[in-house]
């Protein structure tokens, strides 16, 4: 089974949604058994608390989140899906945090059940997972993000892939930290951990980040003959910038 993993894209207004083209016409061309995304597709800025939102919990708003509307940020993400509704291969899509926010203002705010849901999200013909909950595939666990520790915060640390096999003693894949990574624990049945990094534009700033987003790794991920567990076929990493070549 041949999986490709989409990582976190973060479409938003102001982004060109080009990228996901190019991801249309790389499914097209490389028809994988499955397209897995991982979620935080919907950036959904205008629900963000640490920029502003009021619906969901901030009582401070910075000067940029002025003009930011649920309906430009629901526009933003459809668009993306529709472009990858296209496809008609399986999807499966894993809500991210970004996603959650929705959830959050409907509890901060439940006068808005019944006009705001992640049921806006244009998912018709995706499986999807509830944010935390495991994906099982061929014997691999994905998640948005796997937790550690008594707080629940998302594995980490220098080499986060081989801390999440440590961790979670299983072949894993997750997104979340933008950071691409891979380890494998050899032995009778072999292992992959796979932190999958990001999937932005290659003009997408992300102004929080700072300096920090020079550590992060755009591209796709194809997982190549998936069974127990494990891509006996290798993998191959597929940036965004190889899908601007060949498709932009």
């Known amino acids: 089974m041949n999986i490709l993993v989409l990582p976190d894209s973060h479409a938003r207004p102001g982004v060109n ?12 061309d490389s028809n994988p058994d499955m397209l897995l995304c991982l979620g935080d597709l919907a950036d959904m800025p205008s629900l963000s608390s640490y920029d502003g939102s009021a619906l969901t919990g901030s009582a401070r708003r910075k000067a940029s989140f002025d003009g930011r509307t649920v309906s430009a940020d629901m526009t933003a993400a459809n668009t993306a899906l529709r472009i990858i509704g296209e496809w008609r291969g399986k999807k499966v899509f894993l809500m991210g945090n970004h996603e959650t926010r ?5 509890d901060n705010v439940p006068e808005l059940r019944g006009t705001l849901s992640t049921t806006n999200l244009f998912l018709h013909g995706w499986e999807v997972v509830p944010f935390l909950e495991e994906y099982e595939v061929k014997g691999m666990a994905a998640s948005h993000y796997f937790v550690t520790g008594v707080m629940g915060k998302s594995v980490g640390g220098e080499y986060p892939a081989a801390t999440l096999l440590k961790k979670q003693y299983r072949s894993c894949i997750m997104g979340h930290s933008h950071i691409w ?11 992959l951990g796979l932190v999958a990094g990001c999937y932005l534009d290659p003009l997408q700033k992300e102004v929080y980040a700072g300096p920090a987003q020079d550590m992060w790794t755009s591209g796709l991920t194809l997982l190549k003959g998936v069974s127990g567990g494990f891509p006996h076929d290798g993998w191959e990493f597929i940036s965004t910038k190889r899908l601007e070549q060949e498709y932009g």
């Open 181 to 191: 990574d891979v380890a494998v624990r050899k032995g009778k049945h072999k292992m």
């Open 17 to 28: 949604p080009r990228r996901f083209r190019w991801l249309l016409k790389y499914l097209q």
């Open 102 to 106: 929705i959830d959050r203002a409907l």
